[in-house]
């Protein structure tokens, strides 16, 4: 097993970390774009509301409204900041101008009720992906592995996140893109709790409790300063680029340490590079292609297989612990 406190001296990503910089230099800290300062966007939303969106004009804009529309919370003043919306790009376009976002977003058509199709669709296929390999996991590997029930909450905690970020691609609100926010940060803390309890917690479970006690009071203030405080994007983006160097280091201080005597390593190693890696396709921020396909829905369609090398990983690893345990092994 590796020890509590283990030596990186061979792990130095210098060019992740440049580039992880760069993302942080490009984060705003408030979700007003050059789009929505227009003054042609905002005085087409004033007259668009005072036409259409009182008296017998409101009520028949909700009558006509489809039901899917309705429930998931498009209103009248909605409906007007999206028509203004590719009014505006039009202007611009017809300008020779790049085309602005929006609100800190780029303008992407609406399908049915889903603000963002391919991020949505991404965000729904990650968690198929991730609930297809849960089950199998559980499949394949006993009660009794000792990773078991932490790889099973872990997986729960993947689960919600990838629901909430499905929820807020579908229908951006104030409280969906918190629970994203929140529900991203907290997969990243229990991957760390995860790494701890393999890495230190099966020997010392001692450990690994105050680490999860120091995680929960991290997340909570986290989130308790983003809710009644600020909700800082730069701040939260510095945050959860932070805490995920930490995870990536430290998985990748144990894939080296045990690259010579656990064989499957290198799917750990693998997976935790690729997920780093492919995050930074954010920095590419393109309009999105036919108005749907921007970097953030790529980066999440690239995530998808990672989620079978990953419980494949964790699948290998859960039997050899089992193994190791029945024959009394010391466990690396």
Not at 309 to 330: A, C, P, Q, R
Request: charged content about 15%; overall charge positive; glycine content about 4%.
């Amino acid at each position: 097993m590796a020890s509590a406190s283990p030596r990186c001296t061979s792990v130095r990503p210098p060019a992740l970390l440049a580039a992880v910089a760069l993302l942080l230099l490009s984060v705003t800290a408030v979700r007003s774009s050059q789009g929505d300062k227009e003054p042609v966007y905002r005085d087409c939303v004033k007259l668009c509301v005072r036409t259409n969106c009182t008296g017998a004009r409101l009520r028949g804009f909700q009558s006509a409204q489809p039901q899917y529309m309705a429930l998931t919370g498009w209103t009248c003043r909605d409906d007007c900041s999206y028509q203004c919306m590719w009014t505006t790009v039009g202007l611009y376009q017809a300008e020779g101008y790049r085309v602005p976002q929006f609100h800190g977003k780029w303008p992407f058509t609406r399908f049915l009720c889903f603000e963002e199709p391919a991020s949505a669709l991404a965000s729904l296929l990650n968690g198929l992906a991730c609930l297809l390999m849960l089950l199998r996991y559980r499949s394949m590997v006993p009660r009794q592995s000792p990773m078991y029930r932490t790889i099973n909450a872990f997986s729960l905690v993947s689960l919600n996140a990838w629901f909430w970020s499905t929820v807020f691609h579908t229908r951006d609100t104030y409280l969906t893109e918190k629970m994203d926010y929140f529900c991203a940060t907290a997969v990243i803390l229990y991957s760390i709790y995860l790494c701890c309890v393999r890495t230190v917690g099966l020997r010392r479970p001692g450990v690994s409790s105050m680490v999860g006690v120091l995680l929960i009071l991290a997340f909570t203030s986290h989130v308790s300063y983003l809710t009644f405080v600020s909700f800082d994007y730069g701040y939260n983006m510095a945050a959860n680029v932070s805490i995920g160097m930490v995870n990536l280091l430290w998985w990748l201080c144990w894939c080296w340490q045990n690259r010579r005597t656990l064989p499957y390593w290198w799917k750990c190693g693998l997976v935790v590079v690729l997920l780093h890696g492919l995050a930074l396709l954010e920095l590419l921020d393109f309009p999105p292609m036919h108005w749907v396909l921007d970097a953030h829905a790529v980066w999440h369609l690239s995530t998808i297989p990672v989620h079978f090398l990953f419980y494949s990983f964790l699948i290998d690893d859960s039997l050899y612990l089992l193994n190791t345990e029945k024959m009394g092994v010391k466990v690396e």
